[in-house]
């Protein structure tokens, strides 16, 4: 099939997250309510956000941001072993993603920074300063959020994030393209995450599970979110995914401290790219995970809490 390149990897890991979330809870025929999954919604600028605020009221606070596709459930396992060590917890789907809104606006950096802004500010947790967790392009919009508001952000803790180049792919570079329907798009994506199903996993036994149905879950995420699709090519189009440097050079010369956790099979924001952030960020230091792939957050959630937990605790 030749290389795989990054903006696939990053759709078809996120639609992994997914499908290990509603195997978990067996729902198969359409993705489950927002009464089943739990949490709250509150209607925010640009429509309703999905959220769970989690743990003690006097808890240090920590913000989490996903990925490209997965929702916010995605941290579930880490969001358990926090609260039962104290921490209060923010999760949210953005818009576009899991079970938010999906507005008929641009999804780029600014209305990801704004939904959170807004969030915070409608829960009442405006004047509150916390530690941020981005996963993936949550790491990018994270970095874009400390740019913004740099006293609000306490430490930041980036899970093999956005944001440096990589190669782009001629399919990811044909969805830039202003002219390609939605339609196209619709099957382009069916056809190219059904081919690189296997792809982005260091462990494909330990997830077999969850590939062999992965291509019907691909039909019943594409067919039961109105507005995925769209939000998805907005953001592929206009949030830089792999452009973003000038804004970690920025919040570089902060004094915050940083941890960066990547794994060294990561073939989506390649691991390579780790050495690009610690040079423009002098206080960030990093974790290595040895023969993991972009999606050790799924595989090996065990390996993150600890060390998370840790970097967090530390005064």
């Known amino acids: 099939m030749g290389p795989v390149k990054p903006i696939l990897i990053l759709l078809l890991a996120a639609i ?18 927002v009464e089943h999954v739990g949490g709250n919604v509150t209607l925010l600028p640009y429509g309703t956000t999905h959220y769970y605020l989690e743990g003690p009221e006097d808890g240090p606070l ?3 941001l996903h990925g490209i ?33 999906s507005p008929d606006t641009t999804y780029g950096a600014d209305l990801f920074t704004s939904q959170l802004a807004s969030l915070l500010n409608k829960l009442g947790l405006a004047n509150r300063r916390f530690h941020l967790i981005g996963l993936s392009m ?7 959020y400390a740019r913004a508001f740099p006293d609000s952000v306490d430490k930041l803790v980036l899970l093999a994030p956005a944001g440096f180049p990589a190669p782009v792919s001629a399919v990811a570079r044909f969805l830039d393209l202003p002219v390609v329907s939605d339609l196209i798009v619709h099957g382009l994506a069916k056809v190219a995450l ?5 792809v982005g996993f260091a462990n494909q036994t330990k997830v077999q599970p969850l590939l062999e149905k992965g291509t019907s879950f691909i039909d019943l995420l594409l067919s039961s979110s109105p507005g995925f699709m769209r939000s998805m090519l ?17 919040i570089g010369r902060h004094p915050r401290d940083v941890l960066f956790i990547w794994g060294t099979k990561d073939v989506t ?9 610690l040079s423009v960020m002098p206080n960030a230091r990093l974790i290595t995970l040895q023969d ?24």
């Open 16 to 33: 992994i997250g997914y499908r290990q979330y509603v195997t978990k809870h067996g729902h198969l025929s359409g993705l489950p309510s």
């Open 234 to 250: 907005s953001t592929l189009r206009s949030f830089p995914l792999l452009a973003s440097q000038h804004v970690f050079e920025d």
């Open 269 to 277: 924001c390649p691991y390579e790219n780790a050495a690009k952030f």
């Open 138 to 144: 949550g790491g990018a919009v994270a970095g874009y």
């Open 69 to 101: 596709v997965s929702p916010a459930n995605v941290f579930d396992g880490l969001a358990r072993d926090l609260t039962s060590n104290g921490f209060r917890l923010l999760r949210f789907d953005f818009y576009g993603r899991g079970w938010s809104d």
């Open 62 to 64: 920590v913000v989490f």
């Open 292 to 315: 993991e792939s972009h999606n050790y957050i799924i595989e090996s959630p065990e390996l993150t809490h600890e060390p998370i937990m840790e970097f967090l605790n530390k005064k």
């Open 194 to 198: 059904t081919r690189t199903l296997h």
